[in-house]
């Protein structure tokens, strides 16, 4: 056998080294990207858009949280049990009835709740804010129970208002029985309503900072010495080491856009779970209903996939722009432009063009001359398809003065004249009047006179008598 020299052999051996490094790291890179995909990678349609997902839960729903606009849906409206899911509405109504730093005592009931808990203790003073985190982040329902009595006073009655505010956000397929979601046979909700419940509540940067949180520390309370450490439920805030399926790949339930929102599971309603997730200007909720494990988070990656691969802001209305003119009567001018007075935007597809939009000017009949600038004549309706997408102002972008025209000329000189007769009439009888009166006048003064002269005339007669009589 031929023997190579000992640098020969040296180099070839370091040369392996090298490659079985180089490949080493391949692999390593391979895998390290496959785990981690970017969104693009999702996006195998035309123009990267994404179809929409194959949802395993019963119900679901993805809506825009700016407008309430819904992006995908799958039996919405299809009523379920919500499981803790209800307790949103119980955060909602806290923190529009109560204050943060209000102090609760603990009632007689509110122990006594089962499932998930902090085990609160009757008598117990603990402030709102506390009983909230409490509620929402290891969801317990004797938190729940605790504000719905200090929300209302008795169950009774916090139930009413629960089901009255929920039909003032339109959730017409809600009916609740309890704040916490107990099984009950009345007490059901839809995928769609809870995301109307969701987006109302999310627009309180209490409950924002709240569900977004993974662990808290309650402080001790006058009956429970020790610090209550929970940690939230849902999953998206904490678990990297679990995969799911998010077409077609594996990816970690932890997600850093995530920003809520609630968790609920009984075995009735299965697994529930209310998601918010925001990418820039964008927030999209997730609701869905009735699934299994971590295919609820599975779904509600791929709701928010969809929606930020195949939406985008648009601005379908610009400020000032002209979208109709007004007709106008008597003026100097026949018509005057209007332009929106602010500027619209909403989520829309990202292959959409104005061509799929209907702008509705809705402008009344010609308005009589004259027109401010500025002023409010009409309004602008945006529609696709029968979806209203936004509405705005129309105003006159310029002043048009009213003509001066033959006919009102004439009619102002016939006026006049009138006023001018009218005038001199008075004029000539207020004059007559004033010469009567001083004709009047003279001869009450003639009269008074002459009555005088007579007087002392015929004073002047009798003292001449007088003094002929003494004589």
């Known amino acids: 056998m031929k023997s190579h020299p000992f640098w020969i052999r040296s180099a070839r051996t370091k040369h392996n080294r090298i490659f079985a490094v180089f490949m080493i790291l391949c692999v390593f890179v ?67 009835n109560l204050t943060l730093d209000q102090v609760v005592t603990v009632d007689a009931e509110s122990p006594f709740e089962s499932g998930s808990r902090i085990y609160l203790q009757e008598g117990e003073q603990i402030d709102v804010n506390n009983l909230l985190h409490g509620a929402l982040i ?20 916090y139930t009413q208002l629960m089901n009255a505010r929920a039909a003032e956000l339109g959730a017409t397929g809600t009916h609740f029985d309890n704040p916490n979601g107990m099984p009950n046979p009345d007490h059901v909700t839809t995928a769609h309503d809870l995301a109307l419940i969701a987006r109302e509540a999310m627009t309180h940067e209490e409950i924002r900072n709240i569900v977004k949180t993974y662990e808290y520390t309650i402080p001790p309370t006058n009956l429970q010495p020790e610090a209550r450490i929970v940690h939230n439920s849902n999953r998206f805030l ?37 998601a918010s997730c925001k990418r820039g200007d964008i927030e999209l909720i997730a609701v869905t209903m009735k699934g299994e494990g971590y295919d609820v988070y599975a779904d509600s990656l791929s709701l928010f996939e969809y929606g930020f691969s195949n939406y985008e802001t648009k601005t379908i209305v610009t400020k000032g722009e002209k979208y109709s003119r007004l007709p106008i009567i008597d003026g100097k ?45 009409a309004v602008l309706v945006v529609r696709s398809g029968d979806e209203v997408l936004g509405t705005v102002d129309l105003l006159a972008k310029s002043s048009v003065e009213a003509k001066i025209i033959k006919g ?64």
Not at 66 to 83: C, H, T, V, W, Y
Not at 343 to 367: E, H
Not at 420 to 443: Q, Y
Request: charge should be neutral.
């Open 333 to 377: 001018n026949t018509s005057v432009d209007l332009v929106a007075a602010e500027d619209v935007t909403t989520l829309m597809k990202k292959d959409s063009t104005p061509a799929d939009l209907a702008y509705d000017d809705q402008v009344g009949n010609a308005v009589k001359a004259p027109v401010d600038a500025g002023g409010k004549y």
């Open 238 to 274: 904490y678990d990297g080491r679990h995969y799911v399926d998010v077409y077609g790949q594996s990816v970690p339930i932890y997600h850093e856009d995530i920003t809520g929102v609630k968790t609920g599971y009984t075995d009735a309603a299965r697994n529930c779970l209310i």
């Open 138 to 157: 290891p969801s317990a329902n004797d938190c729940a129970y605790a504000l719905g009595i200090a929300i209302s006073g008795t169950m009774d009655q």
């Open 30 to 96: 391979t895998t390290y990207i496959a785990a981690f995909p970017a969104v693009s990678s999702y996006a195998d349609g035309e123009e990267g858009l994404l179809p929409p997902p194959e949802i395993k839960a019963e119900s679901a729903v993805l809506i825009d949280a700016a407008s309430g606009r819904i992006l995908f849906n799958k039996d919405m409206d299809k009523q379920e049990f919500p499981a803790s899911t209800t307790k949103i509405m119980t955060a909602l109504l806290a923190v529009e």
């Open 408 to 471: 009102n000329i004439k009619s102002a000189l016939n006026v006049a004249a009138t006023i001018l007769k009218i005038v001199v009439a008075v004029v000539v009888f207020a004059i007559v009047m004033f010469g009567i009166l001083i004709l009047r006048d003279n001869a009450r003064q003639k009269k008074r006179r002459e009555h005088r002269k007579r007087r002392r005339a015929n004073r002047d007669a009798h003292e001449i008598s007088f003094i002929k009589r003494i004589k």
